[in-house]
């Protein structure tokens, strides 16, 4: 019986653009649903009852939730083609402990530069910057965090990179300008179809977040 795979997703989401990647980088055929968070599908909310979030990996009837939990499920199960964790154990702790870095610093402190003003703004923009002068310290002068291969901590990061419009335009900064290796390596991911298929434009998630302001009277 062939697989049946299901992802319960919301377009924007850096967190869902994880398991769209993986997926592509295993050739896996799934079904999209497109979730309404306002109106979360009775769907979402018996898969994953407790965090009630997206997104959510269904495959044979089965919930995983939490991406960075869903990408490691699917190096798991589709283990042949393309593996993103390394074989080796303490490379794969390595890689995790990265990914959990990036989960901890990169989504809240980057809703901060885009949502606050003044002293408070200032102070996420350098805590953003600081943070990405760290992991380009990670990447040193490997072409991926995986090293010769794109793997685990590029999944885990590069959807980020789709909301730097975002960052930069509301921070009134330029990554590029301060931290050119890492755009380098935004820009090599680009070059995977795997990637640059599953991950939205920039203008499009700026113009997404712009219309999201409106509605909340924040421009």
Same mark, same amino acid.
């Given at each position: 019986?062939?697989?049946?795979?299901?992802l319960?997703?919301?377009?924007?989401?850096?967190?869902?653009?994880?398991?769209?990647?993986?997926?592509?980088?295993?050739g896996? $055929?799934?079904? #999209?649903? *497109?979730?309404?968070?306002? %109106?979360? &599908? !009775?769907?979402?909310?018996?898969? %994953?009852? /407790?965090?009630?979030? /997206?997104?959510?990996?269904i495959? %044979?009837?089965?919930?995983?939730? *939490?991406?960075?939990?869903?990408?490691q #499920? /699917?190096?798991?199960?589709?283990?042949?083609?393309?593996?993103?964790?390394?074989?080796?154990?303490?490379l794969?702790?390595?890689a995790?402990?990265?990914?959990? #870095?990036?989960?901890?610093?990169?989504?809240?402190?980057?809703?901060?530069?885009?949502?606050?003003?003044?002293?408070? $703004?200032?102070?996420?923009?350098?805590?953003?910057? *600081?943070?990405? &002068?760290?992991?380009?310290?990670?990447?040193?002068?490997?072409?991926? @965090?995986?090293?010769?291969? @794109?793997?685990?901590?590029?999944?885990?990061?590069?959807?980020?990179?789709?909301?730097?419009?975002?960052?930069?335009?509301?921070? %009134? @900064?330029?990554?590029?300008?301060?931290?050119?290796k890492?755009?380098?390596?935004?820009?090599?991911?680009?070059?995977? *179809? &795997?990637? &640059?298929?599953? /991950? !939205?434009? $920039? $203008?499009?998630?700026y113009?997404?977040?712009?219309?999201?302001?409106?509605?909340?009277?924040?421009?």
């Amino acid at each position: 019986m062939a697989d049946q795979v299901v992802l319960l997703d919301f377009w924007p989401s850096p967190f869902g653009m994880r398991l769209r990647i993986a997926l592509a980088e295993k050739g896996v $055929q799934y079904e #999209y649903k *497109e979730e309404d968070l306002r %109106n979360k &599908s !009775p769907l979402l909310l018996q898969s %994953n009852p /407790i965090h009630k979030k /997206i997104p959510v990996l269904i495959h %044979n009837g089965k919930a995983v939730s *939490e991406s960075l939990i869903a990408v490691q #499920y /699917i190096d798991e199960v589709w283990k042949d083609k393309a593996p993103l964790l390394p074989s080796d154990p303490h490379l794969r702790a390595h890689a995790r402990f990265w990914a959990d #870095y990036v989960d901890k610093k990169m989504y809240e402190i980057g809703r901060k530069v885009w949502t606050t003003k003044g002293e408070e $703004q200032d102070a996420a923009k350098k805590e953003f910057l *600081e943070c990405i &002068s760290v992991l380009e310290g990670e990447l040193g002068d490997k072409p991926y @965090f995986g090293g010769k291969t @794109f793997g685990f901590l590029d999944v885990a990061l590069i959807p980020f990179s789709s909301w730097l419009s975002v960052y930069e335009k509301f921070g %009134n @900064f330029s990554v590029e300008a301060e931290h050119p290796k890492f755009i380098a390596w935004v820009k090599r991911c680009l070059e995977k *179809e &795997s990637v &640059s298929k599953s /991950i !939205p434009d $920039q $203008q499009k998630v700026y113009d997404f977040v712009l219309e999201m302001r409106k509605k909340l009277g924040e421009e």
